[in-house]
């Protein structure tokens, strides 16, 4: 049993639960304090699945009552959804690489050098994590404002 524990790598302490709700809803970038913790989440199996599911799930409810809300059938979005899914899985490699930039993170975990100015400095870091969670926000209003219109 001993031997087998060498094999089995610590785990990184995940980020507070609001943190990581912003992290996985609205791409908030984390920084040096959970690098380690980014790194292992963004490249360990199953990342587009796991950073996907919560952001369907929400997005698929605003859609549903907005459907709804137009009179429409909320079933009309299970060929898109699925459509969706089928994208990030065919799709998983560059998912992760644009993660692991929009965390200003190397694929070795080290910090990209085209992200220093802003990785370490916490007040550019949580501009530019706004800045991405307003345009979230945008698209996704939009998204429904056509939905409902169409």
Do not use: F, K
Not at 32 to 61: C, F, K, M, N
Not at 73 to 98: A, H, K, N, T, Y
Not at 106 to 123: C, F, I, L, M, S
């Amino acid at each position: 049993m001993r031997a087998r524990a060498a094999y089995c790598a610590r785990v990184p302490t995940p980020p507070p639960p609001l943190l990581l709700a912003a992290y996985r809803l609205l791409g908030w970038r984390l920084g040096p304090a959970h690098q380690e913790w980014v790194h292992d989440d963004i490249t360990r199996r199953g990342y587009p699945l796991r950073q996907g599911l919560p952001v369907l799930l929400v997005v698929g409810s605003l859609l549903a009552l907005a459907l709804l809300i137009g009179g429409a059938d909320p079933r009309q979005l299970i060929i898109p959804v699925v459509g969706v899914v089928g994208l990030l899985l065919i799709m998983r490699r560059s998912v992760i690489d644009r993660a692991l930039r929009q965390q200003g993170l190397r694929a070795d975990g080290t910090v990209d050098p085209a992200a220093q100015e802003w990785y370490a400095d916490e007040q550019a870091r949580t501009r530019r994590s706004r800045h991405g969670a307003l345009t979230t926000a945008v698209m996704v209003l939009v998204a429904l404002v056509l939905l409902g219109t169409g």
